[in-house]
């Protein structure tokens, strides 16, 4: 069964620092793969997507994410912090139903805090 | 832009009541879906659906109910609340299958505790 699996429920980083957010996937077929931001008290907002494109990801807010197949991750990155950036992330991937259709599986979610 | 919308958005319910969740999307999507979300614990997937008349369960459907009488609106019914379905709902919607990617379009969600 596909399933990814987020490394570290929270993460603290220093304004202006670098982020580095973990997903690691499990997959028998080639992915496809998200990463979603969720602010309090709101619904979850796609940030970027890989389809077997470009392995290299670009999303909204200056994040991005690398697709490699060899360590089977999809690490989500931003280069410097801001303060609005706190909020929680989620990594999910794409399982095709039985039923027909398909779903996203989520992993277990990623705070991150942004210091001053 | 409308996109999916949830009510009510907060709720309290005494063991035993039931109630419905409404959601109602305006992108003309198919597939349509219930999550639920508990702390440290990611998205579970309750129920969907691929089209009007069509539902089927997901990984946690007990307690819960849904129908599917038009594309617009997905509601989710929790017949005979217990504590265990205390959490934050989440419905989503995507394009048909064969376009775009399969991300999913969520609303706001709606918390509920049952007391």
């Known amino acids: 069964a596909q399933s990814v699996t987020q490394l570290g429920s929270h993460v603290s980083v220093s304004e202006g620092a670098l982020v580095l957010l973990r997903c690691n996937y499990s997959s028998s077929v080639p992915p496809y793969l998200f990463w979603y931001v969720q602010y309090p008290n709101q619904g979850l907002q796609l940030l970027l997507k890989y389809t077997s494109a470009a392995t290299l990801v670009k999303g909204i807010n200056g994040f991005e994410a690398e697709f490699k197949k060899s360590e089977t991750s999809f690490h989500l990155t931003k280069p410097s912090a801001h303060m609005s950036d706190a909020a929680e992330y989620f990594c999910?991937?794409?399982?095709?139903?039985?039923?027909?259709?398909?779903?996203?599986?989520f992993g277990t979610g990623t705070q991150l805090k942004v210091e001053l | 832009n409308a996109g999916v919308t949830q009510t009510p958005k907060f709720r309290i319910l005494k063991i035993g009541q039931s109630m419905t969740l409404q959601c109602t999307q305006d992108m003309n999507h198919n597939y349509m879906y219930w999550y639920r979300q508990d702390p440290g614990m990611g998205l579970k997937l309750i129920y969907y659906?691929?089209?009007?008349?069509?539902?089927d369960k997901g990984e946690v459907p007990n307690g819960y109910n849904v129908s599917r009488s038009t594309t617009e609106d997905f509601p989710l019914r929790l017949e005979l609340a217990a504590p265990s379905q205390t959490s934050v709902y989440f419905c989503a919607s995507r394009m048909s299958s064969g376009t775009g990617a399969g991300e999913l379009f969520f609303g706001e969600g709606s918390r509920l505790t049952v007391l």
């Open positions: 999910a991937v794409r399982v095709i139903l039985t039923g027909g259709g398909n779903k996203l599986t």
């Open positions: 659906s691929v089209g009007a008349g069509i539902t």
